[in-house]
């Protein structure tokens, strides 16, 4: 048994491939989605990011007494268009319920979710894997509550409230409509259970970014998911694995990428292993995600639903859909996620092995996007693949998070496409770019990029370099077309790289006859 201590003294760990000989890892995902309405859930208070501290706020969402809630009309309908695009069922009449917990962020201590009504239930998500195949994912339910307020812990070094010397409650948050999207345990993923936690949930974003219902933006946290975690031990007849009872879960909480999504999951399969094979078991708890050392640490021991004493909210009317509003809710969903994606494939001319590596990348809106602002297909999956993709995994940041965007890219790449900047040139900008320099186009400017596309100016240089090398001159002369690429490496150095190669050669190779 190899077990090992993680680094700066976490939990012992089991090497991944031995978690997989020995265990089946079973996972629930919880997804919370903000959404996008103009007004809170249960009152009329605005909603955007970022305002001053505690200007959003009323009596209503901050818990004052004798405030009375009304549902946000537009939320329910969101909440039912996710349920829709989710294969769920929509309920006939569902109602409000009090979650009760005391929380300095929450005014009412309670939170006004939804219990043992949802409105939305028994659905599912098929999600495309990285080597072709689909995972279906079953929902358990869609229900809608609202967002707690956010604490701020002043005075210590992590921004956490362990050190701090006093907090700040901002309520803007407090009230803004949530949807929790809840799957069922999720068995069958085996090793794979961390790439289908993390393209699960690439999936619901690029659907809910479809749906038009939320920013999305896991950063700002208006994407936020929990990862459930257990492993129940591995039996050799895989037909009788599902017999084996579930093993105790973990909830790893507020994991804010989709790449630690994949981590948080992993990370706690090996965690959990390493507990199961000392013989001892698993607390049923919550756990903090921490990105920088990439392990997981002890929460709160998880309450159990009676904990919360939850009871239907006396405030609020039950909310009963009738069954033409879904219908006609029904008919504003966008192209199924499949369609979409054989459309794109085709628009763009990308082969079905390109395809899966922008989906696997989490960039088809980003293509998309970029496309749209005018980039060509080909140059945006070249940008945001090639290059963005890889500094982005090497900061360890989601591609879409990454500080350059769709417009960046389009920009970028129709300087390109016109002849104005080559690909080492467009290189050097994007690393400007990212480091906050300022558009492309800006930076491109400022710095004085500009390919040399002057006849003159290159064939002044072109005719240095052959005079300066008679000898691999006259190879080319010759036919050996290869050593014309010592001739066009000095003429490009002598442009301080600022000129188009394929222009270059031409110019040779038509000096030297042999074009
Ligand atoms: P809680 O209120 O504790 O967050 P929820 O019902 O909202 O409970 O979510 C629990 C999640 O954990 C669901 O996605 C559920 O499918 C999943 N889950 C339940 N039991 C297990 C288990 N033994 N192993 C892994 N996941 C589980
Ligand atoms: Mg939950
Ligand atoms: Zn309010």
Redesign the pocket.
């Known amino acids: 048994m190899s077990t090992a201590t993680g680094a700066n003294g976490a939990e012992p760990v089991v090497d991944y491939a031995e978690v997989i000989r020995t265990y089946d890892p079973?996972?629930?995902?919880?997804v919370h989605v903000e959404l996008n309405t103009a007004t809170k859930m249960f009152c009329g208070c605005a909603t955007g990011f970022g305002a001053e501290p505690n200007t959003q706020v009323c009596p209503v969402c901050l818990g004052l007494p004798g405030a009375l809630p009304v549902v946000n009309a537009a939320a329910v309908d969101s909440a039912i268009r996710i349920g829709l695009a989710l294969n769920c069922e929509i309920a006939t009449w569902c109602r409000f319920a009090r979650k009760n917990y005391f929380y300095p962020d929450m005014p009412k201590n309670f939170q006004t979710s939804q219990y043992d009504e949802p409105i939305a239930f028994e659905g599912y998500l098929d999600v495309e894997l990285a080597d072709g195949s689909t995972f279906r994912v079953d929902i358990?339910r869609a229900h809608m509550e609202e967002d707690t307020g956010k604490s701020l812990h002043i005075g210590g070094a992590t921004g956490r409230i362990h050190g701090a010397d006093h907090s700040l409650v901002d309520y803007n948050r407090a009230g803004i409509p949530l949807v929790e999207i809840?799957?069922?345990?999720l068995v069958g993923a085996g090793d794979r259970a961390p790439e289908v936690a993390k393209a699960y949930v690439a999936a619901l974003r690029d659907l809910l970014k479809a749906l038009k219902v939320s920013d999305v933006r896991m950063e700002q946290g208006s994407l936020r998911c929990?990862a459930?975690?257990?492993l129940r031990a591995k039996t050799e007849d895989p037909l009788t694995q599902n017999d084996v009872p579930?093993?105790?879960?973990t909830?790893t909480k507020n994991v804010n990428s989709l790449r630690s999504v994949e981590r948080a999951v992993r990370y706690e399969m090996t965690r959990h292993a390493a507990v199961l094979n000392s013989g001892a078991s698993i607390l049923q708890e919550t756990r903090h995600w921490h990105e920088d050392t990439g392990v997981t640490t002890s929460g709160r021991v998880?309450s159990d639903?009676d904990d919360y004493r939850y009871f239907p909210e006396p405030d609020l009317v039950p909310v009963a859909p009738t069954r033409e509003r879904v219908e006609e809710l029904r008919a504003t969903m966008p192209e199924p996620p499949d369609e979409r994606r054989r459309r794109l494939q085709n628009d763009w001319g990308y082969s079905d092995m390109e395809m899966r590596d922008v989906m696997n990348a989490g960039a088809v809106i980003l293509i998309e996007e970029s496309v749209a602002a005018g980039a060509t297909p080909a140059g945006a999956r070249k940008w945001w693949l090639g290059e963005l993709a890889r500094r982005a995994s090497a900061e360890g940041r989601d591609l879409a998070d990454f500080g350059v965007t769709p417009d960046d890219v389009a920009e970028l790449d129709t300087m390109v496409v016109s002849g104005r900047l080559n690909d080492s040139m467009a290189r050097q900008v994007l690393d400007a770019v990212l480091a906050g320099e300022g558009s492309p186009l800006a930076v491109a400017d400022a710095r004085g990029l500009m390919l040399v596309s002057d006849d003159g100016a290159l064939s002044i240089a072109v005719d240095a370099v052959i005079a300066a090398n008679p000898e691999v001159a006259d190879k080319v002369r010759d036919g050996k077309l290869q050593a014309a690429g010592a001739l066009i490496g000095q003429v490009m150095k002598e442009m301080k790289g600022q000129a188009d190669a394929a222009k270059i050669r031409e110019l040779i190779l038509a000096r030297l006859g042999s074009s």
């Open positions: 079973v996972m629930g995902l919880e358990e809840v799957t069922k345990p929990d459930n975690v257990s579930l093993g105790t879960r909830e998880k639903a």
